[in-house]
């Protein structure tokens, strides 16, 4: 038996045409669409993780700052905050390692010192700085002199610390806010809405 | 037969791949992103914070046990073992996260006054779980890391045994493998001796006195000897010290009589300013409480077998060592058991004398019963100057207030400390008694907390007292030195300072 071949299926009408390619674009565009709104959204949430770590790492550094701190001062803009810390750990240069440079990098034997306001604990003559400061994008932390960026972010990242004096001790309230790059239909609390809060309370005793 | 044309469907297929491609791409992204973020801040953070609460939580332990060596000294830093005069804690898991924490404690330091300041440095550690590696952030630019320079992560060894040693001192590195990824953080905190003469009078019971004439106040002999124009004198830099003989009192019962230069305070009492003199703060709501004495630990005290007793007229002089007087140290004086002292007994403590110099010689007894056991009791203790002698009693206390001799005139000399009774139907009494002038005093000071202290007459007192009930009739004249704020015995240890080793 002979098979029978139909030869007018081999091609589309145009009619069939017009209907594909109709139906072909309204499909492409909306997956274009939606890959680019999809990848807006995944660019905008990968920011916003992104930065929202960041914010983490600024608290987490500022806390252990603070816990191990024995002052905490804040600029008039709670932008800039200064803490004074104990030397731990023997540095070159420092009077010891001069006399006994094998003591660089081991930990510091205290030394007290009885004061009008009672004992005092001191490692070493002296004591280290630490400033977290804004520059551009980037949260910098600055001891003695060394510069890390702690942060960078073109999410404008802002860090706010108030310090609170107490009868002994003291507390520094942090708060950091970006703005996201994605906006949700006008909004005004896209800001507002992203802060991270943090307190911690000075370990040792103020002092000054 | 007809055969179907399966031509059409090819380009739908691939279509339907390449959507089901793209979509799977952006979402494993997805996932990738929020995976491995979600590994940092939930485990890496945690377990970073986590380190620090374990390292703390040793911290604590081993404050419990410091402050056992005040409270309950036979049973201080049990189960720990000791190396090379360290006290080193068995090693503690605890919290549903497994937190491990151990401490080693050392002495680092014996005050004037003879007291320790120990160190404890704490490591806690914390195990993360979830995926072997850092965080998408960790790279601020080409030379700065993020998130591992905060938070060091050991996922194979040790880091900080490998690059400082077990002891941080650069001592014993080695690769030590971790069992599981993991974050150990370190503090090191010291405590202080809490010293018990913050106070001019401490009465842990009910107050009476002084009398309608007498009055408290203070100077600093640091600065420069008693001045009873000072008080009065707002010009005069020492105006401050002057007005520091404070009374603190832990029940309501205050009888205020006589003028107070400095602050007083009751536990629920009614005083005003108007019932009594008094040139400071007074504050109705300061509870206290002070905790009953035990005899402290004599192990760093070096034990000389005579005299036993006081009998008659008694005198120590300090044992010969190598041909040489011993003067002994703060924290390790000449130390006797005195068995008994007679009512009438005089006991005179010498200096060491070393090439014709005296020498700050520190002596300490340990009398068991009663120094003077009735109001005709008059014994006489007598403390040349360069001697600083503690005193340790089970029993009572009475004489008359000139029998205190103390030449160098310094509180601190010469030190009194009673024993609490174990029996408390037991009440133990200090009874002091005027004599040889209306004005005969004495420097000293006693740390009493369960006897009633008792002082009749006027006497011009330089010290303080630490008691339960406080009774005094006469015109007494009481001069608080606040140099006396770091002087006795521990009674509590705080802690006074705090810091982590970052590296």
Redesign the interface.
């Known amino acids: 038996?002979k098979?029978?071949t139909s030869t007018s299926?081999?091609a589309f009408t145009l009619a069939e045409m017009m209907i594909a390619l109709s139906a072909s674009s309204v499909l492409l565009g909306a997956?274009l669409t939606s890959?680019t709104s999809?990848?807006k959204s995944?660019n905008a949430?990968?920011t916003y993780?992104?930065t929202?770590?960041?914010q983490?790492?600024i608290v987490?550094?500022l806390s252990?700052d603070v816990?191990?701190g024995l002052v905490v001062t804040t600029s008039a803009d709670l932008q800039t905050v200064t803490i004074t810390?104990?030397n731990?750990?023997i540095q070159a240069g420092d009077p010891e390692a001069v006399v006994n440079p094998?003591l660089i990098?081991?930990?510091r034997?205290?030394t007290?010192t009885?004061t009008p306001s009672g004992?005092q604990?001191n490692?070493g003559a002296n004591t280290s700085t630490v400033v977290y400061s804004i520059n551009g994008t980037s949260i910098l932390r600055t001891e003695n002199g060394a510069i890390?960026?702690?942060?960078?972010s073109t999410d404008q990242l802002v860090p706010q610390t108030t310090d609170v004096e107490l009868a002994n001790t003291e507390y520094a309230k942090t708060s950091i806010t970006f703005q996201p790059i994605f906006t949700s239909g006008g909004a005004v609390a896209e800001r507002t809405g992203t802060t991270v809060y943090s307190t911690a309370y000075l370990?040792?005793?103020r002092r000054g | 037969m007809q055969v179907k044309n399966r031509a059409e469907e090819g380009n739908v297929l691939i279509v339907a791949l390449c959507t089901i491609l793209i979509i799977s791409v952006i979402g494993a992204n997805v996932l990738r992103n929020c995976t491995t973020r979600f590994n940092v801040s939930s485990s890496q953070v945690r377990s970073w914070k986590d380190s620090l609460f374990a390292a703390e939580a040793g911290g604590d332990i081993a404050y419990a046990e410091i402050r056992k060596s005040v409270f309950d000294p036979s049973h201080a830093f049990d189960g720990w073992t000791t190396s090379g005069g360290k006290y080193i804690s068995p090693v503690t898991t605890f919290g549903n996260n497994n937190l491990v924490t151990s401490t080693v404690v050392d002495s680092f330091y014996i005050d004037p006054s003879g007291n320790p300041w120990y160190r404890a440095r704490s490591r806690g550690t914390a195990q993360i779980r979830g995926l072997r590696q850092t965080g998408m952030d960790d790279r601020m630019d080409a030379g700065t890391r993020g998130d591992s320079l905060l938070r060091k992560i050991d996922f194979n060894t040790d880091h900080f045994i490998a690059t400082y040693g077990p002891n941080g001192d650069g001592v014993g590195q080695a690769l030590v493998p971790v069992s599981q990824p993991q974050i150990t953080r370190r503090i090191e905190q010291i405590s202080a001796p809490i010293t018990p003469f913050e106070a001019a009078i401490k009465a842990a019971g009910t107050f009476y006195g002084l009398g309608s004439a007498a009055y408290i106040d203070s100077f600093r002999s640091t600065v420069g000897p008693y001045d009873p124009s000072v008080r009065n004198n707002p010009s005069d830099p020492r105006y401050v010290d002057a007005r520091s003989g404070t009374v603190e009192i832990n029940t309501a019962i205050a009888t205020i009589q006589g003028s107070i230069f400095g602050n007083l305070y009751t536990n629920g009492g009614t005083v005003t300013k108007k019932t009594a003199s008094v040139s400071g703060v007074i504050d109705n709501n300061v509870p206290f409480s002070v905790a009953p004495l035990e005899m402290p630990s004599t192990a760093t005290w070096n034990y000389v077998s005579t005299p036993t007793a006081v009998t008659g007229n008694t005198t120590i002089d300090p044992p010969m060592v190598n041909g040489a007087p011993r003067p002994g140290t703060p924290g390790s004086p000449n130390y006797y058991l005195i068995s008994y002292f007679v009512n009438n007994g005089n006991l005179l403590v010498n200096p060491a004398v070393i090439n014709g110099t005296p020498q700050d010689t520190y002596v300490t007894l340990s009398v068991q019963g009663d120094i003077g056991n009735s109001t005709s009791s008059q014994p006489t203790i007598t403390v040349p100057a360069n001697v600083h002698l503690k005193v340790y009693f089970t029993g009572n206390f009475q004489t008359k207030a000139e029998n205190i001799i103390n030449t160098s005139g310094y509180a601190g000399n010469l030190q009194f400390y009673a024993i609490s009774p174990t029996d408390p139907s037991v009440q133990q009494t200090i009874n002091l008694n005027s004599g040889g002038g209306a004005n005969a005093g004495f420097s000293a000071l006693f740390y009493a907390p369960s006897a009633n202290f008792t002082i009749n007459g006027g006497p011009d007192i330089i010290g303080a007292i630490v008691c339960k009930n406080f009774y005094a009739n006469g015109n007494v004249h009481w001069h608080y030195d606040r140099r006396l704020d770091t002087e006795g015995v521990a009674i509590d240890y705080r802690i006074v300072s705090y810091v982590e080793d970052i590296r």
């Open positions: 038996m098979l029978k299926r081999l997956t890959s999809l990848q995944f949430i990968d993780f992104a929202h770590m960041q983490i790492r987490d550094y252990r816990k191990r810390v104990p731990y750990i094998a990098g081991t930990p034997t205290p007290m009885y004992w604990v490692y890390t960026t702690i942060a960078s370990r040792n005793k």
